[in-house]
Each structure stands twice: as C-alpha cells, then as structure tokens.
C-alpha cells in the first residue's frame, strides 16, 4: 500500500540545481519537499567527481552567478571545505572553485535543514501522475516501498528530464543530426602527487601544455589544472579516444582529480548502454593510473584515492520548452527580457564521435542571458526544469550543463515554483518582473 505525502512543491533531485531549488523554495516559504535517488546530496560533483566548479565569473572575472551559489561556497569556506574562487591556471575560464565533496554533502543538507525542506534520500521517482495538462502527484520507490507525493508545482531537476518525460512533455536529446550525446566520463581521484616536479616539468616544457596563464606566472600563482602531456599522450598507445591528458590538483596537497576517460556512443538514459558505460570507464580509469604512474613525472608514487560512484553524464535528455537558448545567443551574450540567470561559462564541447573539444567564447561583455521561458516545458503546466536538462540545443548546453549555471537556473526554477504556489497560478502564468524582482533580493545576478 502507498504512502501518501503533501507538499506544496516537490524538487526530484538532489544534485546542484535541486538543492538551490529547494532552497529557494522552502526560504520562500512553500513546503518543500526534495527527492534524492542517491544516500546522499551533490549530484554530478559528488557522485561522479566533477570537479572544480566552473565559473562563477566571466573570462575577464567578473562574477555573474552569486545568490544561493554562492551562498554555498561562502558556507564552504567557513567549514574549511573550499579555497574559494581562484585563478585559472589551466586557461579554460578566468576563475575555478575547488570544493570538498564530502564537506559540500553535508553543508547542503545542514542550509536545506535550516530552510525547513523535507528531504527523501534513496528514493527513486518512477512514475508521474498527470491529470489533463498538469502533475498530481510522482511515484517513488525505496526501501520502504512506495510513497505517492503530491504537491501543486514540481521542478525536475534530475539532469535527464526524467519527470518531463515521465509525465509526457516533449524532451530531446543529443545533436540534430544523429542524437548522439557528449561522451560520458569516469572520474578518477590520485594521492601520492608530487605537483612541484608536475610544475616543474610544466616550466621546463611549456610547449607540452596549453594555458592563457603566462608561463612565468606559474611560480607565483597555485596550480589549479594542468591540460597537456601531449608527447606522453601520444607516444603511450592508451587506447582512449582524446588527444592530451587533463587534471586538476586538490582538494588535497598531493591530489589530483584526473578527467581523461572517454566514453562515447552509448546513452546515458538506457540501462543497457549505461551498464556498458560503467564496465568501460572504469576500465579505462585503470589505464589511466598505470599510464600517469609509468609515463608522467611528479606520478611514480601515486595511486587511486577515489572513482565516481557512477560514471559523469554530460548530456542526455532535456526539455523542449517555450525557447531553447541557442549557440548563437551563447556566442552573442545576448540578453532577454526574462532574464533569470547569466552565465560566463565558454562554449565547451566534448565531441560526441572523435578526440577533441569544440571551443568558443562569448562575445560583449563575456556572459549571456538564460531567459525563464527554457525553464518551462511544452504541455505540462505544473512543472519546470532546472540545470542541465533545461531547453536549450546541443550546442548551448555546453556551456548552460556546468554547475553555477545549474545552481543558479535552480534558485531561479524553485524561487518560481514558491511563487506559483502562493499566487495560486502556474509557473507559466506567473509574472516574470515579481520572479526576477525576488531573484535580485536574494543576490542573484540578472543586471
């Protein structure tokens, strides 16, 4: 027999988006209710390791997403769990956060604790209710077995726009021509670095990696990444479809978090190809260890520290909604009138089917608009979407899947539900300029 549960709004995931969406709502005063398949909270930068965050800032550093973001970097810090926003030495963006996963899991649920959300921990929601053109309630399956939770506005904020298609709304997935995904990425954490004799190796040849960081900086500034290796690369025969290798140092002095895997061709929202997926990262991941052990200075007495729980998902299904935010309003940054979030993240494109990444930079002013309309899908009334399964197309999600914007379309999607719960309306009903007016009291950045 079902349990049944009442909510006001219901976030179905846990990770970046889904705690600020919680957050917001709940602070807003709705009762709120977050739902977590996992034991615990964090999403991709804790299950699969994805790490640093980046960027809060755009490329000339100024700061774009703040608000409940950066809310939590701030508790981070205060819990020794974050260095805060440094500079970039690896030359993607202008600024990386580094943060403590396992400190980042509990100072979420302690800021969701102190918003009054209701959180649900190893619960897996695997049915939508809809009646007409709105959801009643979702299914979720756990130990105890089902709980039927009801509430008037729900965020799907699962990554794979699971609640969107569960209930019917239209969603899409991969690039136009053939649907493939950006590949899929086992993450992989190594203790035992010497990063002085990585540094050192970094002075001595700099025609070996790619930074924007003049070399001659890099005594003086910490090294946060490191993205070449490009002779050790080619000459060591890793039957690995990229073309250099790609760390990034910490949380621990002598730690590195290794992004080098690649696996591509399969879908992330099928349980067969995601079964494959696992077997062939980690596979991959042991490859790695070797190879950096064997062939990479500063790696000889290093071993594994740490692997994804579950394999990183870059792209699967998101949203068709009433605007998807495109690459040429990346490339422009551009701006809209229904502006609930910016991002300065570049375009970053992992290559569904070869080696390499697809790289562009925002022009202006070097940040673009998420309009509100990306947040809310065609035909469900009820329901917004939050992080990486907004509308946007293939192309623009490159740069909206990173984790501040996701955290900052999350404070936006659950600050919208909150609204549409005590205004008695639809979340498509709702009037942007009261949502973006609430947005700037709570810091986030629109201007």
Request: charged letters at 20%; aromatic letters at 6%.
């Amino acid at each position: 027999m079902e349990r049944v549960v009442e909510a006001d709004v219901v976030v179905v995931g846990g990770g970046p988006a889904g705690i600020s969406a919680a957050l917001a709502s709940g602070r807003l005063g709705a009762k709120t209710i977050l739902i977590e398949r996992y034991g615990f909270l964090g999403g991709m930068s804790t299950i699969a390791l994805v790490y640093p965050w980046m960027t809060f800032h755009t490329e000339k550093g100024e700061q774009v997403i703040k608000g409940i973001a950066q809310e939590i970097v701030d508790r981070l810090q205060e819990k020794g769990g974050s260095p805060g926003h440094l500079q970039d030495t690896v030359g993607f963006v202008s600024t990386v956060t580094p943060y403590h996963p396992e400190i980042y899991k509990l100072v979420a649920v302690d800021m969701l604790k102190e918003a009054g959300v209701k959180l649900f921990v190893h619960s897996f929601v695997d049915q939508v209710n809809v009646e007409g053109t709105e959801i009643t309630s979702v299914t979720l399956t756990s130990k105890s077995g089902k709980y039927e939770i009801k509430a008037k506005v729900f965020v799907d904020a699962t990554g794979d726009a699971d609640i969107a298609y569960l209930s019917g709304a239209p969603t899409s997935k991969g690039r136009d021509a053939d649907g493939l995904t950006q590949p899929m990425t086992m993450k992989f954490r190594m203790r035992g670095v010497d990063l002085e004799q990585v540094k050192q190796y970094m002075l001595d040849h700099p025609d070996e990696f790619y930074h924007k960081t003049p070399f001659a900086q890099l005594p003086s500034i910490p090294l946060t990444g490191v993205q070449g290796f490009y002779t050790h690369w080619k000459m060591s025969g890793v039957p690995i479809n990229r073309d250099q290798v790609l760390l990034f140092t910490g949380p621990e002095s002598d730690e590195v978090l290794i992004n080098c895997t690649r696996v591509q061709g399969l879908d992330g929202t099928d349980v067969e190809d995601l079964t494959e997926a696992e077997e062939e990262g980690r596979r991959q991941v042991l490859l790695m260890s070797e190879f950096l052990k064997n062939k990479v200075p500063g790696f000889a007495r290093a071993s594994i520290s740490a692997v994804g729980t579950q394999i990183g998902i870059r792209e699967t299904r998101r949203i068709v909604g009433e605007y998807s935010l495109t690459i040429e309003d990346v490339v422009a940054g551009r701006r809209f009138p229904d502006v609930i979030a910016r991002s300065g993240y570049p375009v970053d494109i992992h290559d569904p089917s070869g080696k390499g990444v697809v790289a562009a930079d925002i022009e202006g002013e070097g940040a673009y608009d998420i309009p509100y309309r990306c947040l809310i899908p065609q035909s469900i009334d009820n329901l917004l979407a939050a992080g990486r399964c907004i509308s946007t197309t293939h192309e623009a999600l490159a740069t909206t899947r990173l984790t501040p914007s996701c955290m900052a379309t999350g404070q936006a999607a659950g600050t919208a539900a909150a609204i549409a719960f005590h205004d008695k309306t639809t979340p498509r009903l709702i009037h942007v300029a009261k949502l973006q007016e609430q947005l700037r009291l709570a810091n986030a950045v629109l201007d």
